[in-house]
């Protein structure tokens, strides 16, 4: 399987990137250069660049018109939801959640993620692929960026067999405090169906969480790319005043998988996620 190659999630990862960062630079309806440019531009294959574009069609960041080329799409209506003051912590969900790593390195974090970190783009990041599954099935693709600084001599082998936000702060004095995510409907490409085990564009959930600690400085930024027919959104909206409920112990914080805060901490919020059965 081609995803399985070193290096060829990271290759895709960077392409969509540098096609992301053209179409955050735009206003829409603009214009984006060809695939044929984008292959000279990137130095990739056509294969890479069309896979990256078919992508951000999917995703509504892109639109395709016959004769005439690619163009940013309109933007997309966003509703936040905003919690009140009460805390949800994140119970252990069902199901044994476990990894598979796809690829682990240290780069450049390159424009795009440079920004979003806050951070120059020739400074370092660690970057980590994993599969997560549940029970042995594939759930979710999971795409982390990390300040290099933050994490001296981070392993592989450390990664997978603790909590980072727990690392982060017993080994490194790092505390993270706010995390800001945004959830949206996409489809799966060929490459990430293989990997998840479903038909080539199945649905799925686009998750891109940006964590930043209790000075405001961004820590990690994630996108992660679960499965639409196995992972559901739940979120209780409060209407008014109302007696004191005890927390709901089902399910985990969308997008954050159970385990990832190790120490417990409550997080404000009252929308969970939880995992539909097989079949």
Same mark, same amino acid.
């Given at each position: 399987m081609d995803a399985d190659v070193p290096g060829t999630v990271l290759k895709r990862e960077r392409t969509r990137d540098a096609v992301l960062e053209l179409i955050e630079s735009r206003s829409p309806g603009d214009a984006i250069p060809s695939e044929r440019a984008l292959c000279a531009l990137l130095g990739v294959s056509r294969p890479t660049v069309r896979a990256a574009v078919d992508e951000l069609v999917a995703a509504g960041?892109?639109?395709?018109e016959?004769?005439?080329?690619?163009?940013?799409?309109?933007?997309?209506?966003?509703?936040?939801?905003?919690?009140?003051?009460?805390?949800?912590?994140?119970?252990q969900a069902a199901g044994a959640w476990s990894s $598979?790593?796809?690829?682990?390195?240290?780069?450049?974090?390159?424009?795009?993620?440079?920004r979003k970190l806050r951070m120059?783009?020739?400074?370092?990041?660690?970057?980590?692929? $994993?599969?997560?599954?549940?029970?042995?099935a594939p759930m979710a693709i999971e795409h982390l960026h990390i300040r290099a600084e933050l994490v001296p001599g981070l392993s592989a082998q450390e990664l997978e067999s603790g909590d980072l936000y727990e690392h982060l702060r017993a080994t490194h004095g790092v505390h993270v405090h706010e995390a800001v995510q945004a959830i949206e409907p996409t489809v799966v490409t060929r490459a990430e169906a293989g990997l998840l085990d479903v038909p080539e564009l199945s649905p799925a959930l686009l998750f891109e969480r940006l964590t930043s600690d209790t000075t405001g400085r961004p820590v990690e930024y994630v996108h992660s790319l679960y499965r639409g027919d196995r992972y559901r959104i739940v979120s209780r909206l409060a209407l008014g005043p109302a007696a004191e409920v005890a927390p709901d112990l089902e399910g985990h914080h969308p997008g954050i998988p159970p385990g990832d805060f190790a120490h417990g901490d409550a997080i404000a919020s009252s929308t969970r996620g939880d995992i539909q059965a097989a079949g």
């Open positions: 960041l892109l639109v395709r016959h004769g005439r080329g690619m163009f940013v799409a309109p933007a997309k209506i966003t509703q936040e939801l905003v919690a009140g003051d009460r805390a949800l912590s994140v119970p $598979r790593l796809l690829e682990f390195t240290t780069l450049q974090a390159g424009a795009r993620v440079g120059s783009p020739a400074a370092e990041i660690v970057y980590v692929a $994993r599969l997560r599954l549940v029970d042995g």
